[in-house]
């Protein structure tokens, strides 16, 4: 899958603290209270049955009642997010290119190549696959993994809507509550940070571009992070990045020179995949009349932040750099 699809995704880093008791009875007590949360983790886990579910494509999938080695290339947010790990992660490029916006909580896990070919997928003995859309188990496909593991589709279209594909995945695993959670956590996030900017920059505008291989690609208006910028957070969005919305249905849209001189955006969040070339491009003639530039509100992040996916995992890293641009400095 190609990062220029509007497929593009991504959880929180949960930081554990430890305390240490100063009395005896205290460090008894903790003790207790640890022992029975271990046993109702067990006994909840145990109560966890096999069940059957219709996935998008009309098979009807028994889910395993306690899956241990989930493959769900490609949608590593959802579950990262609900504290699931996978047997093996998406990758490109021979493994080397990997999400890396989850690899505090994936560092340790095996790669696997995007295409998902037969023979990698029955390495790692996954006992559930999730697939993310029916293009992913094109020509015989399904059938193949099908014999390796229950395999479950999630949604119709290759670009799901990431609420939605977390809530299934959160069905799968018996944890529809803590989805559900998750998506409240993240819009009582989103609802905090759009007052906050409200107050920083009011109806002021921001884009979002992607600089590549000295070529510049900027967000979908209602996509990857155009999505939290502009309904999440309520930025104004720019006319030009309406305009270039509006020619493809790609989560990353070619913008020409020509065209990005003509944006009208207060603010601009650079995510420079080519290291230093980001300075010499933004001083060409055609670009310093882009109010964000000539003011000196351009924000530049590395391709390694979230950015270019989709996600609660995603998205709230976005919302804590947008924070950190334009509200924090006020």
Not at 85 to 104: E, F, I, N, R
Not at 132 to 155: F, H, L, N, W
Not at 214 to 238: C, H, R, T, W
Not at 285 to 313: D, H, M, R
Request: proline share 4%; with cysteine.
């Amino acid at each position: 899958m190609s990062i220029f699809t509007r497929k593009t995704k991504a959880m929180s880093v949960c930081l554990l603290a430890s305390s240490i008791a100063l009395a005896a009875c205290g460090s008894t007590q903790e003790q207790g209270a640890e022992n029975n949360g271990a046993a109702e983790s067990t006994q909840e886990a145990s109560e966890k049955t096999e069940h059957t579910l219709t996935d998008a494509m009309g098979n009807e999938v028994t889910i395993p009642a306690n899956p241990e080695r989930v493959l769900a290339s490609y949608l590593e947010d959802p579950l990262t997010a609900l504290g699931i790990t996978p047997v093996a992660q998406w990758s490109v490029s021979d493994g080397t290119s990997v999400q890396d916006y989850l690899q505090d909580s994936l560092q340790d896990v095996p790669t696997i190549p995007h295409d998902l070919p037969y023979e990698a997928v029955a390495s790692v003995k996954p006992d559930l696959i999730i697939m993310d859309s029916p293009s992913m188990v094109e020509g015989g496909k399904y059938e193949q993994y099908a014999k390796i593991a229950p395999t479950y589709v999630i949604g119709e279209e290759l670009n799901n809507d990431w609420r939605e594909e977390l809530l299934t995945v959160g069905e799968i695993f018996n944890e529809e509550e803590k989805a559900q959670s998750v998506l409240d956590e993240y819009d009582q996030k989103a609802k905090e940070a759009k007052e906050q900017i409200a107050n920083a920059i009011p109806g002021e505008s921001a884009a979002a571009v992607w600089l590549i291989n000295k070529q510049f690609f900027m967000v979908s208006e209602n996509l990857s992070s155009g999505d939290v910028l502009y309904n999440d957070l309520g930025i104004a969005v720019p006319k030009v990045v309406s305009e270039i919305s509006k020619t493809d249905d790609a989560n990353w849209l070619s913008i020409s020179m020509e065209k990005l001189a003509e944006l009208d955006a207060d603010h601009l969040f650079l995510i420079n995949s080519d290291g230093e070339s980001a300075n010499e491009l933004l001083q060409d003639p055609l670009l310093q009349n882009i109010p964000a530039v000539k003011n000196g509100n351009v924000y530049e992040f590395g391709a390694k932040e979230s950015w270019l996916y989709t996600g609660a995992v995603a998205n709230s890293q976005i919302i804590d750099r947008v924070l950190e641009s334009v509200a924090k400095q006020k």
